[in-house]
């Protein structure tokens, strides 16, 4: 089985990010695809307020803005624009 026949979904829960595609470009100007995976992880948030463990697959750009803000205010601002969690 190829990697790529591997169906695993790469979509961040908050952003929406999710696998680009694109082409390997040599020196001859030869194009040949390739994809741009989503730097996915899966982990495990604990939420205070609510007093209850909640496991999100998020982009590390976004596990960043989670240290910075905090779970609650990043949850908080998903479900404003509508995103179901």
């Keep these: ?3 790529k026949d591997v169906v695993m979904s790469k979509i961040c829960q908050i952003t929406g990010k999710k696998v680009q595609f694109g082409n390997n470009v ?3 100007i030869n194009k ?3 994809r741009f995976n989503a730097n996915i992880i899966s982990k495990r ?3 205070p307020e ?3 463990w ?4 998020v982009s590390t750009s976004v ?3 989670i240290n910075k803000k ?4 990043v949850l908080k601002d998903a479900k404003a624009k509508g995103i179901k969690l």
């Design 50 to 52: 609510e007093d209850r």
């Design 70 to 73: 905090g779970i609650s205010a």
């Design 63 to 65: 596990l960043k803005t």
């Design 32 to 34: 040949t695809k390739r």
């Design 26 to 28: 040599s020196k001859a």
């Design 45 to 47: 948030f604990y939420i």
């Design 1 to 3: 089985m190829h990697p």
């Design 54 to 57: 909640v496991k999100l697959k």
